[in-house]
């Protein structure tokens, strides 16, 4: 299964290019924060991460953190770290997930683990994760450190909790829908529900806190199922048994809604179905987008619009 890794649906119209550059070069200076030690040659870890971040991406994460940040009156400056904090966790993230279904490239360009190998693509994807936590470190709100750190270290347990169940799932006989939703739901949507949630920490809206998770969670959920419906005739291609939910590439298996769906008999149209279901997620992520405080879930309302079409245009 894979993360909402680059999602190519969302304009980049809540960021400026001068934005995104600013926050390209605040990355940049944290992680070689990491170098700035006596050191007769650079740290191999920096220049691969450095690497990573050089292959640009869609800063879906940035924009959500920015935008609720400006929207709640956080200080610019705290708004940019929390969207820092965020990126840098994400690719640390990507960085990992690319070692272990062994993906070859990333963003057009060679992955990590196949450029460096496998010890430097761990190192690095280490490196940034140490890197958001020195990010978030950053902020000036000095007494809301405690909650922020706690909320990002138990996304990011979430989103581990993930990566192990799609690993692990080979094991435990057949893929169910509810296993195909808990493991995009943490995996994908912990880490997605994070800036919304840091900034609403950041501005002690305490109570909103439940309705973004649900949101992030409802919007990954239809995200997976719309990735599933563009990839399913190459998943099921490589799958020797049709009728199976799952199929085996490079020692783990890989799950598709669809071909889940195709399984049980009493599925008449699997496409139809999961659709459908994609479409129900994506109302109740809008429904939570738009409860949260001072329209600070409009960027990802306006994701779930986009979404909403895209999916559509399955028959």
């Known amino acids: 299964m894979k993360t909402l890794n680059d999602l190519h649906i969302v304009s980049k119209s809540h960021l400026t290019h001068e934005s995104i550059a600013a926050?390209?070069?605040?990355?940049?200076?944290?992680l070689l924060y990491s170098d700035s030690f006596d050191s007769p040659a650079p740290c191999l870890a920096?220049?691969?991460?450095?690497?990573?971040?050089?292959?640009?991406?869609?800063r879906i994460r940035a924009v959500l953190a920015l935008h609720a940040g400006k929207c709640l009156g956080l200080p610019p400056k705290?708004?940019?770290?929390?969207?820092?904090?965020?990126?840098?966790?994400?690719?640390?993230?990507?960085?990992?997930?690319?070692?272990?279904?062994?993906?070859?490239?990333?963003?057009?360009?060679?992955?990590?683990?196949?450029?460096?190998?496998d010890e430097v693509a761990i190192c690095a994807g280490d490196l940034l994760l140490s890197a958001s936590y020195l990010a978030l470190s950053q902020l000036a709100d000095v007494a809301?450190?405690?909650?922020?750190?706690?909320?990002?270290?138990?996304?990011?347990a979430s989103a581990i909790r993930g990566q192990c169940a799609d690993i692990n799932r080979s094991k435990h006989g057949p893929i169910t829908i509810d296993d195909f939703k808990n493991i995009a739901l943490t995996k994908s949507g912990a880490l997605l529900s994070?800036?919304?949630?840091?900034?609403?920490?950041?501005?002690?809206?305490y109570p909103s806190l439940v309705r973004a998770r649900e949101a992030a969670a409802a919007f990954a959920i239809a995200y997976q199922i719309h990735d599933d419906l563009v990839d399913v005739e190459a998943d099921a291609s490589r799958n020797p048994i049709k009728s199976l939910a799952t199929h085996q590439t490079a020692n783990h298996t890989v799950c598709n809604i669809v071909l889940i769906?195709?399984?049980?008999?009493?599925?008449?149209?699997?496409?139809?179905?999961?659709?459908k279901i994609g479409l129900q997620h994506?109302?109740?992520?809008?429904?939570?987008?738009?409860?949260?405080?001072?329209?600070?879930?409009?960027?990802?309302?306006a994701m779930c619009l986009q979404l909403h079409d895209?999916?559509?245009?399955?028959?």
């Open 261 to 275: 769906l195709q399984a049980d008999p009493h599925c008449v149209d699997a496409r139809v179905e999961a659709k």
């Open 282 to 301: 994506l109302s109740l992520a809008a429904s939570a987008c738009t409860d949260l405080p001072l329209h600070s879930g409009d960027a990802l309302h």
């Open 78 to 117: 705290d708004t940019h770290t929390l969207a820092a904090a965020c990126e840098l966790l994400h690719n640390a993230s990507l960085i990992h997930d690319d070692l272990h279904d062994r993906d070859t490239h990333r963003r057009g360009q060679p992955s990590i683990w196949y450029k460096f190998g």
């Open 46 to 58: 920096v220049t691969a991460a450095k690497y990573h971040l050089s292959t640009g991406g869609q």
């Open 23 to 30: 926050l390209d070069r605040q990355m940049l200076e944290i």
């Open 310 to 315: 895209e999916l559509e245009c399955f028959e």
């Open 194 to 205: 994070l800036p919304t949630e840091l900034a609403l920490v950041a501005a002690k809206q």
């Open 144 to 156: 809301s450190m405690p909650k922020l750190f706690a909320l990002m270290h138990t996304r990011i």
